[in-house]
């Protein structure tokens, strides 16, 4: 299988890290699957030129190339979306598929702008905890609040343990991201588009929008989950992964 198959690459949203994939790559175990936390999630140097999506981008490509690996079906969910763009813009040739889950190709509004900077000074004030608490009530659905509250203590636990200058740093990177609206149209790679039907974040109805502009792109909803689908329903999502990835040709 990993001879005919391109290796798995997951990229986390935010504020989160690897972990957030744990489902994917525990059933996985047959593809050959790379899931790295984002630069700063551990702490480490900031970027020269700071944080941006294309750091992320060329990070993932200097990853790929340690591991001699030239292409892989790339899997973004939400910030890990926008990185995905970004490398779609710089490196087309490194991706052989793509996963688009519980994203947007927009930018940020003015509005989206202000609340960045808003908890860019929550971060700095109280900390990734304060963070996630004020997000946690749109990253889960409430289908997965009411029936899974282990999984809502899981991403409380994960998201805590972020290191403030990265957290920093990634709203800075989504705060400026360009507009990825016009790329839609040129992804000639296989695409597979995945959403909760309960994301508040990207509601269903923008994402089955965006894959109506990319050629050949399947969308799948995923019910009773919300902005982190993957994680809230990890049994459906693997399912309709493992299906997109058995028919689409990545030649
Ligand atoms: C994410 O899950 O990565 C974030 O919700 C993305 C965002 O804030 O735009």
């Given at each position: 299988?990993?001879?005919?198959?391109?290796?798995?690459?997951?990229?986390?949203?935010?504020?989160l890290?690897?972990?957030?994939?744990?489902?994917?790559?525990?059933?996985?175990t047959?593809?050959?699957?790379?899931?790295p936390?984002l630069?700063?999630v551990r702490?480490?140097?900031p970027?020269?030129?700071?944080?941006?999506m294309g750091?992320?981008?060329?990070?993932?490509?200097?990853?790929?190339?340690?591991g001699?690996?030239?292409?892989?079906?790339?899997?973004?969910l939400?910030?890990?979306?926008?990185?995905?763009?970004?490398?779609m813009?710089?490196h087309?040739?490194r991706?052989?598929g793509?996963?688009?889950?519980?994203?947007?190709?927009?930018?940020?509004t003015?509005e989206?702008?202000?609340?960045?900077?808003?908890?860019?000074?929550?971060?700095e004030?109280?900390?990734?905890?304060a963070?996630?608490?004020?997000?946690?009530?749109?990253?889960?659905?409430?289908?997965?609040?009411?029936?899974?509250?282990?999984?809502?203590?899981?991403?409380?636990?994960?998201?805590?343990r972020?290191?403030?200058?990265?957290l920093?740093?990634?709203?800075?990177?989504?705060?400026?991201?360009p507009?990825?609206?016009?790329?839609?149209?040129?992804?000639?790679?296989?695409?597979?588009?995945?959403?909760?039907?309960?994301?508040e974040?990207?509601?269903?109805?923008?994402?089955?929008?965006?894959?109506?502009?990319?050629?050949g792109?399947e969308?799948?909803?995923?019910?009773?989950?919300?902005?982190?689908?993957?994680?809230?329903r990890p049994?459906?999502v693997?399912?309709?992964?493992?299906?997109?990835?058995?028919?689409?040709?990545?030649?």
């Amino acid at each position: 299988m990993t001879e005919t198959y391109p290796p798995l690459l997951f990229v986390h949203g935010f504020p989160l890290d690897h972990e957030q994939w744990r489902p994917q790559l525990e059933h996985f175990t047959a593809w050959h699957c790379l899931a790295p936390d984002l630069r700063g999630v551990r702490g480490g140097d900031p970027p020269a030129a700071g944080y941006s999506m294309g750091v992320y981008a060329d990070d993932l490509v200097a990853m790929l190339d340690v591991g001699g690996i030239r292409r892989a079906v790339c899997c973004g969910l939400s910030m890990g979306g926008y990185v995905l763009f970004e490398l779609m813009r710089r490196h087309p040739e490194r991706v052989a598929g793509l996963v688009l889950s519980d994203t947007k190709s927009e930018p940020d509004t003015p509005e989206g702008k202000a609340g960045r900077d808003a908890l860019m000074q929550v971060a700095e004030r109280e900390g990734a905890a304060a963070i996630v608490e004020r997000l946690l009530p749109k990253l889960v659905g409430p289908t997965t609040r009411a029936r899974r509250p282990h999984l809502v203590e899981a991403v409380r636990v994960m998201a805590a343990r972020l290191e403030v200058p990265g957290l920093v740093g990634a709203l800075r990177a989504m705060r400026e991201r360009p507009d990825s609206g016009p790329l839609l149209e040129q992804v000639r790679v296989p695409t597979l588009v995945v959403c909760g039907s309960e994301d508040e974040i990207t509601p269903a109805a923008g994402m089955r929008a965006m894959a109506q502009r990319i050629r050949g792109a399947e969308y799948v909803e995923v019910p009773e989950a919300g902005h982190l689908a993957p994680l809230e329903r990890p049994e459906f999502v693997n399912r309709a992964l493992e299906d997109f990835l058995l028919r689409a040709s990545f030649r």
